[in-house]
């Protein structure tokens, strides 16, 4: 359903629901923000100029809940990614009368993860928005190690993804471009409250486009970056890439289960290309598509790694 945001000669065309992201490294404080932004939201109900009904979902959450007391698996953290858009699906499908925001709290370090919900949010006329809290990678190390033990990544993780980061592109015809698409904040010179206040001061300048205006029905040129390579060495170097750093973490006096591990992440990561080949075979799957399969495989595959080493950690 759409609406006029305001009175006067010129409405601004509102949307009843928005899709909200929430993304950045581990330890920039994404959860923290949610927290605080939710909290916002349920004293002040007009808080971004609707009453709105509010939702959360958190994909490690999510992952953990399906997985329960079982080990980590990549089947388990797909579906988990799965489920999340079948959660949102349902929330849009049983949404009543008013304004609803879903929040969606994830790493989301790759452009074809966040990708896959503004096309989403297009075809279901959604209101679209990525808010990326920036800090720096030492920065978010220090705050992971602040944490409980059980809430720990290994560091490797972080430099991983620190230095894969995709970033949003400001420029162009990239649909991560468009008008108040995306916004950055600095999550570590500022305290959380002073975030919230930043983010939804955004919202509410005179000359902002509006949180609730939809996003454009044109077509959004994508260009495709795909490097000319065959897919099994795409995928082969982003995994190689993820056991490299992963080794490096390992303590040099664990020599012997350093040695298992290798062995292990590589049976597991010659299984993945094997995989991957096949199943662009079976479905035909076109080059820019592939691109974006192997971001996902290779961020299970990051996570399967994590739990390992966490695994090893506690023993």
């Known amino acids: 359903m759409t609406t006029a945001c305001e009175e006067g000669a010129e409405p601004l065309t509102c949307v009843d629901t928005c899709l909200l992201l929430v993304c950045g490294l581990p330890g920039c404080g994404k959860s923290t923000f949610c927290r605080e932004l939710l909290a916002r939201a349920s004293r002040e109900p007009q808080l971004l100029g609707f009453t709105a009904v509010w939702h959360y979902l958190s994909y490690d959450a999510m992952e953990a809940e399906l997985r329960g007391a079982a080990s980590f698996t990549p089947e388990c953290w797909q579906a988990a990614r799965q489920r999340v858009v079948e959660a949102v699906s349902n929330l849009l499908t049983t949404q009543n009368e008013g304004h609803m925001v879903i929040l969606l709290d994830d790493n989301m370090y790759y452009r074809s993860m966040r990708k896959q919900w503004f096309f989403f949010s297009r075809d279901r006329n959604c209101a679209f928005r990525q808010l990326f809290l920036q800090a720096p990678q030492k920065v978010c190390l220090e705050r992971n190690a602040q944490r409980d033990g059980s809430q720990q990544v290994p560091e490797f993780s972080i430099l991983h993804m620190a230095e894969t980061f995709e970033w949003p592109q400001t420029g162009g015809n990239s649909w991560e471009a468009k008008a108040a698409v995306s916004t950055l904040l600095d999550s570590s010179s ?126």
């Open 190 to 315: 500022t305290d959380t409250c002073s975030q919230v206040d930043m983010f939804v001061a955004s919202w509410l300048h005179p000359e902002s486009v509006g949180f609730w205006a939809p996003l454009p029905t044109e077509e959004t040129a994508e260009q495709d970056h795909t490097e000319v390579h065959s897919d099994a060495h795409a995928c082969d170097v982003a995994l190689r890439r993820v056991v490299s750093r992963a080794l490096a973490s390992i303590p040099r006096n664990q020599g012997a289960a350093k040695q298992n591990l290798a062995k292990q992440w590589g049976s597991r990561k010659a299984l993945i290309a094997k995989q991957l080949a096949a199943k662009v075979k079976a479905d035909d799957i076109p080059p820019s598509a592939v691109a974006d399969l192997i971001n996902d495989l290779e961020a299970a595959f990051l996570d399967s790694c994590v739990a390992d080493v966490q695994h090893l950690a506690d023993r």
